[in-house]
C-alpha cells in the first residue's frame, strides 16, 4: 500500500470528481484510473460508484475512509517532525547588545554558536539603549538586549534580569568606603553619563528631581570604555550595575557602592525587529541568550 495512492484516494473524495483532482494534479485521467483499480485490487473490494455528476463511495470506501483519514494525519505530523529535527538553523543573525553586558553574554555565546550551530553568522553592534532601539525599529538589527530602568518596560519587551546599581569611584576612593550610598549624596558627586535624551539619564533626572536634589553630571560620552577610563583614574564618579565594571574590580582599578534611598535598578530585556519575521537562527540565539542570563 502506497502513502501517495492514499492521499490520492481522499483527494478524490473530497473533490468528488476524478476530473477535478487530474486538473488539479496534473496527471491523466487514464493514470488515475489505475491508481483507484490498484487499491480496489489490493483491498478486494471497489471503492467508488461513479454517477453523473462525479464519483461517491461505496459502503465499503465509507467505513475505511475514517482509517485513512487517521493515518494521512499520523504522516503529516511524522513528516513535519522529521523536517523540523533535521532543520539546521543557519544564515545571518544580527545582534545588538547594551556595552555594559557584551563583556558577559560575547564569549559565551559565540562559543556556543561556533560549537553547536556552525552554520549561524552571528553579527554583532554595541551600543546605549537608545541606539539599540533605533536600530530594531529600522530593522539594522534583527535582536536586541538592552536596560530598561525603574518601570519603563514596555509591553513587547522580555524581561531577562533586573540588578541593582552602583555608584562606581577609583579603588580606594572614600565615598565607596561603605557597603552603600544614599542616591542624593551620589547624585551630588561630579558624575560622567551617558548624553542625553538617554534612557538612563532621563531616569536618573527623575530620580534626583523626586530627591529634591541636582545631579552633578558633569561629563557626557557615549562609551561605556571611556566611562570607566575616566572613574578608574579619579577624574568623576559614576552610575552602573556592578557587572559593568567587573574586570576593572578584579584587576582593583574601581570600586563600588550599592545605591540606596531609593534603590535603583536596571532590567536587562530583550527585543526584536518588527521589520521582518524571526528566523529559526534567530530564535536559536535568542534561546541561548535567555539561559546566558538566566539567575538561579
Do not use: W
Request: hydrophobic share 45%; net charge positive; charged share 25%.
Amino acid at each position: 500500500m502506497d502513502i501517495k495512492h492514499l492521499q490520492l484516494l481522499s483527494d478524490i473524495v473530497e473533490a468528488g470528481s476524478l476530473s477535478k483532482v487530474c486538473a488539479s494534479r496534473g496527471i491523466a485521467q487514464s493514470a488515475l484510473s489505475k491508481h483507484i483499480a490498484a487499491l480496489e485490487s489490493e483491498f478486494g473490494a471497489k471503492l467508488f460508484y461513479r454517477t453523473g455528476r462525479g464519483v461517491v463511495l461505496t459502503e465499503f470506501g465509507q467505513s475505511i475512509m475514517p482509517r485513512v483519514k487517521t493515518l494521512l494525519g499520523e504522516f503529516e505530523l511524522l513528516r513535519n517532525d522529521i523536517r523540523d529535527r533535521a532543520e539546521v538553523p543557519s544564515g545571518p543573525v544580527r545582534l545588538a547588545l547594551q556595552a555594559s553586558i557584551t563583556q558577559h553574554i560575547v564569549g559565551p555565546l559565540f562559543q556556543r554558536v561556533r560549537a553547536d550551530f556552525p552554520k549561524i553568522e552571528l553579527r554583532l553592534m554595541e551600543g546605549f539603549a537608545g541606539n539599540i532601539e533605533e536600530a530594531l525599529a529600522s530593522g539594522r538589527t534583527d535582536v536586541g538586549v538592552f536596560s530598561r530602568y525603574g518601570e519603563r518596560i514596555h509591553k513587547t519587551d522580555e524581561k531577562l534580569a533586573t540588578d541593582e546599581l552602583y555608584l562606581i569611584a577609583r579603588a580606594g576612593d572614600p565615598n565607596v568606603a561603605s557597603p552603600s550610598c544614599r542616591f542624593a549624596d551620589a547624585a551630588a558627586l561630579p558624575l560622567v553619563l551617558p548624553g542625553a535624551p538617554d534612557g538612563f539619564h532621563m531616569m536618573l533626572l527623575d530620580e534626583a528631581k523626586k530627591a529634591g536634589v541636582h545631579l552633578n553630571t558633569q561629563i557626557e560620552v557615549d562609551s561605556l570604555t571611556a566611562m570607566r577610563e575616566i572613574v578608574a583614574n579619579g577624574a568623576a564618579y559614576t552610575i552602573l550595575t556592578r557587572q559593568a565594571v567587573d574586570v576593572e574590580m578584579r584587576l582593583g582599578r574601581i570600586a563600588v557602592s550599592r545605591i540606596t534611598d531609593p534603590v535603583l535598578t536596571r532590567t536587562l530585556v530583550l527585543a526584536t525587529s518588527t521589520q521582518r519575521p524571526l528566523t529559526y537562527a534567530s530564535r536559536t540565539v535568542i534561546d541561548l541568550i535567555r539561559k546566558l542570563t538566566r539567575k538561579d
